[in-house]
């Protein structure tokens, strides 16, 4: 079956350190993968995605995501932390091209503290 | 609110009762679709549309009904609330339609509850 996982519920980083929120995929094919900002009492905001190419994907806001086939991961990255990222995160698949539908994962929280 | 616009945003309803959420773009653009968010749950597609007069269903569309007659509107219809359909419920639309391009974007969303 094709799925999300965000194994972590929350993670907690302090402010200027790395951050890192995983995210590992299940789908038959080449994925398009996904990450998602939602902040407080608002609606998800895009933040990367990969289709193809460069494994490391730059995005809004300094995050970063690297996709690895071999280990059907798309981990969302920041290399210094802002209080301000404190938010929930989604990850989230399109399964192939012949379908606009996306699978998100569960979510994953992210505490940032001063 | 990246061009989806969605009333209202707080609702309660009592049990039985119906409304319908609305969902509006600006972007002209064909792919709309209507998902629920659950803590714990992440989001689940409820119905979407792939064009006017063209709608199907999600992983959860038990409960709720769906039109799509213009290409702007997109509401989703509750025809009898029930506590399990307290959530917040997000409209999303498609920038590019379909392709490797396309990405979806999100309203702000609607919080019901269902008492």
């Known amino acids: 079956a094709q799925s999300v996982a965000q194994p972590e519920d929350q993670v907690n980083v302090a402010e200027g350190n790395p951050l890192t929120v995983k995210c590992t995929y299940s789908v038959s094919g080449n994925p398009y993968l996904f990450w998602y900002v939602q902040y407080p009492n608002r609606g998800l905001q895009f933040l990367l995605k990969y289709i193809t190419g460069d494994n490391l994907v730059k995005g809004s806001y300094g995050f970063e995501a690297e996709f690895n086939k071999s280990q059907t991961s798309f981990h969302l990255k920041k290399p210094s932390a802002l209080v301000s990222d404190s938010a929930l995160y989604f990850c989230?698949?399109?399964?192939?091209?012949?379908?606009?539908?996306?699978?998100f994962g569960t979510g994953t929280r992210l505490q940032v503290f001063p | 609110n990246a061009g989806v616009t969605q009333t209202p945003k707080f609702q309660v309803l009592k049990t039985g009762q119906s409304m319908t959420l609305q969902c509006a773009q600006d972007?002209?653009?064909?792919?709309m679709s209507w998902y629920r968010q659950d803590p714990g749950m992440g989001l689940r597609l409820i119905h979407y549309s792939v064009g006017a007069g063209i709608t199907d269903q999600g992983e959860v569309p038990n409960g709720y009904n769906v039109s799509r007659s213009t290409t702007e509107d997109f509401p989703l219809r509750l025809l009898s609330a029930a506590p399990s359909q307290t959530s917040v419920y997000f409209c999303?639309?498609?920038?590019?339609?379909?392709?490797?391009?396309?990405?979806?974007?999100f309203g702000p969303g609607t919080r019901l509850t269902v008492l």
């Open positions: 999303a639309r498609n920038r590019t339609g379909r392709g490797p391009l396309s990405t979806q974007y």
């Open positions: 972007m002209n653009h064909e792919y």
């Open positions: 989230a698949v399109r399964p192939s091209l012949n379908t606009d539908k996306l699978i």
